[in-house]
């Protein structure tokens, strides 16, 4: 499966201490904060420093690596009874700590965000040589904290978790499998501005194209996208700026965005004209975040003219953005390649 790596700092004491270990298990936690994202929860550990984790699983199925699995991660150490007090003291020392994210309070998890937990443990287990039902723990099992709520509060489901880790674990290595190998959509930047700049100008891009670099960087990591992804998609889109096709760049349309009406691909009426390059570029982002399943998505104010919530979650990738975005079933498959070739790129020292 794709792990992105986003560690958090060294020096908080609660945080990421640098303190070495050699993980025995799996500790299962629920954020209970309902909506939040993998991301926004890391930079709450990094910013805060009194708690955290080894991997974060977010709405959409990415996966944060924030500690690395051989440091103590401040997660599990607080004891809610007396019959875990002796427990509690060991459980940073022995223990990875998986926090997993929820769409509302009664903290179960949705489809995307399972398959990944259950991926992301199946994998450690295969890794570390560890048994799913002897060696994966909800918090409650080690603490008494009633986390993951609603996994503690239906011990069947519980079981069940457990049970399909061990059937993923009998299987292929599932980080070996075809999903595992996806690009997401929401995650933290995987190329520099100064990337895509110099990426452009090689590719024979327009020069503005080259030149709204630091825009689509800008733009694209406020909402937690990866600027690969945009960035890549538009040039698909635009032909490098080049356009070719029924639009301009007098649109500031970077995606071949439709009206809310819609229309047809020949038809300019059809194609959203926006006033600036920055909102045509907001818009392109709003719609690549709620096709992720972003958290805080579909949102209330955005320029995106088709912020429909219907399509929320449809494709947490870019190769699935084939057949949901664009009719071609490719067009996800030819974004990722050009963002490998953009990533391979090395920027000039400006």
């Known amino acids: 499966m794709t792990i992105q790596e986003n560690l958090l700092k060294l020096g908080a004491q609660y945080g990421r201490p640098g303190t070495k270990m050699s993980p025995k298990g799996i500790v299962v936690h629920y954020v209970g904060n309902p909506g939040s994202s993998a991301l926004s929860n890391r930079n709450y550990f ?18 944060l690596r924030i500690i690395p699995d051989n440091e103590v991660a401040w997660h599990a150490g607080r004891s809610f009874g007396p019959q875990w007090d002796v427990q509690a003291r060991k459980n940073n020392f022995m223990y990875i ?66 049970n399909d880790i061990a059937v993923l674990l009998s299987g292929p290595d ?13 995650g933290k930047a995987t190329a520099t501005a100064a990337q895509m700049k110099d990426w452009a100008r090689a590719s024979g891009a327009a020069p503005f194209f080259a030149d709204l670099a630091d825009t689509f960087y800008k733009v ?7 600027p690969a992804v945009t960035y890549c998609q538009s040039a698909k889109e635009t032909g490098y700026g080049k356009f070719g096709g ?6 500031c349309n970077p995606c071949g965005m439709k009206t809310k009406e819609g229309g ?34 579909p949102k209330a104010r955005t320029r995106d003219p088709r912020h ?14 084939g057949g949901n975005w664009a009719p071609s079933k490719t067009y996800g498959n030819e974004i990722a390649e050009r963002m490998k070739q953009l990533r391979a790129a090395k920027a000039a020292k400006e």
């Open 46 to 63: 990094e910013q805060t420093g009194v708690a955290s984790c080894h991997y974060i699983v977010g709405l959409s199925g990415e996966v």
């Open 97 to 162: 700590g998986i926090e997993t994210c929820h769409p509302d309070p009664t903290g179960k998890f949705n489809w995307t965000t399972y398959n990944a937990l259950i991926t992301l443990c199946a994998s450690l287990c295969k890794q570390y040589g560890w048994d799913p039902s002897k060696d994966v723990f909800r918090h409650y099992d080690v603490c008494g904290k009633n986390c993951p709520l609603y996994y503690v509060k239906y011990p069947s489901e519980w079981a069940k978790m457990r």
């Open 174 to 186: 599932p980080s070996d499998s075809p999903e595992a190998h996806k690009t997401p959509i929401i």
């Open 220 to 226: 694209s990591v406020d909402a937690g996208v990866d």
């Open 246 to 251: 029924v639009l301009d760049a007098s649109y």
């Open 264 to 297: 047809g691909d020949y038809d300019k009426e059809a194609h959203q004209r926006f006033a600036t390059w920055e909102d045509g570029i907001s818009a392109q982002v709003d719609h690549l975040a709620l096709y992720a399943g972003a958290a805080g998505y």
């Open 308 to 321: 429909f919530a219907s399509i929320k979650g449809k494709a947490p990738t870019v190769e699935e953005l």
